[in-house]
């Protein structure tokens, strides 16, 4: 295995925090009707959540799967957030490919409808995603 892929995990929680900073900004910026910085945060978060995809299939391709040694109350906690997060970013991709079609396509009142699940899934993908990455590689690494 590249000695490179190891700082993969680490890039992954940047580019996850980088998306909910855009999505929350993104909607701060639809809320003052700021279509454009709006257009462009999301558009923004878009291409971080598809690098983050990208690195993190990388990683695992090559690393597997990384046991979790935490014990006692932390377990629970780490495996409830984990399952949580992985359910949630499966059904967040068509999610965010429909949100992001109808909102091409100029059908706003279908994009918000949509986006009303969409933003606020997203973002908790997105924040467990680094808590997940916190818990396995900062709080309770692998010795």
């Known amino acids: ?24 900004t993104g ?3 639809i809320r003052r009707l700021r279509v454009k910085a709006h257009r462009n945060c999301q558009v923004s978060a878009v291409i971080t959540s598809s690098l983050f995809l990208v690195s993190y299939l990388t990683y695992h391709y090559y690393h597997g799967a990384t046991r979790f040694p935490g014990q006692g109350i932390a377990r629970p906690i780490y495996f409830t957030i984990l399952i949580s997060h992985t359910i949630l970013a ?18 706003f009142e279908r994009h918000r409808r949509i986006a009303r699940w969409t933003l606020p899934i997203w973002i908790y993908v997105s924040v467990t995603g680094v808590i997940v990455y916190l818990m396995l590689y900062q709080i309770y690494p692998a010795r």
């Open 90 to 107: 499966i059904a967040i991709i068509p999610m965010v490919l429909i949100t992001l079609y109808r909102a091409a396509r100029g059908e």
């Open 1 to 24: 295995m590249p000695d490179a892929i190891l700082v993969l995990p680490h890039i992954n929680a940047l580019l996850n925090s980088a998306s909910a900073v855009l999505l929350i």
């Open 27 to 29: 909607y701060t910026y």
